[in-house]
């Protein structure tokens, strides 16, 4: 395992949970239980270059870590970069002030969907983490899918989804690092 896959899979939470923190703090009655995350680097947003560069540094952590992990399987790799290469996308087109993107939101879900299967797919065997890891990356990604477009929570929901993923890596890093 090098040494950067490891610092860049613990800045990628960092740069989630931290942009969207830090952008939330900044735009005046922002709810983050009931907005999205894409919403804070949005057209509307105050400050939107915040969450941004939030989500342009989390792509990229994905991209490094990809690079980096060994022991994993090639199509696990490839799910993990491929989502942070999505991310890349969802940040370059940002949603309008008023009303929905069918691109960004076709790219935000494709990211969602390859992050939540990485782990699955690049093990040998499923192991126990890699496992639950997905079933609950899975059902998350179902909840958001649900809660697309109308729900009162679709931010929290969202939030949930995006941070579980961003932290994923992390743990995987983190818990194959020592064998």
């Known amino acids: 395992m090098k040494t950067w896959a490891v610092v860049s899979s613990l800045v990628a939470p960092v740069a989630m949970i931290g942009g969207w923190t830090l952008a939330a703090a900044l735009q005046p009655n922002f ?29 990229v952590c994905h991209v490094v870590t990809a690079a980096g992990l060994a022991g994993i ?19 370059a ?40 890891a997905t079933v609950v990356l899975l059902g998350l990604l ?11 929570y679709v931010g929290l929901v969202e939030r949930l989804l995006a941070g579980a993923e961003s932290l994923c890596p992390a743990v995987f890093v983190l818990s194959t690092r020592n064998r």
């Open 142 to 152: 179902l909840v958001a899918l649900l809660h697309v477009g109308g729900p009162a």
């Open 73 to 91: 399987r090639p199509l696990g790799r490839l799910l993990l970069a491929l989502g942070g290469a999505a991310i890349g996308v969802v940040a």
């Open 31 to 59: 709810d983050s239980l009931r907005q999205t995350i894409s919403e804070l680097a949005g057209y509307g947003a105050r400050d939107r270059w915040v969450m941004t560069c939030g989500l342009v540094l989390l792509g």
């Open 93 to 132: 087109l940002p949603v309008p002030a008023h009303g929905p993107s069918t691109a960004h939101g076709v790219f935000a879900y494709l990211g969602f969907a390859a992050l939540a299967l990485w782990p699955l797919a690049g093990t040998q065997g499923a192991s126990a983490l890699s496992s639950v």
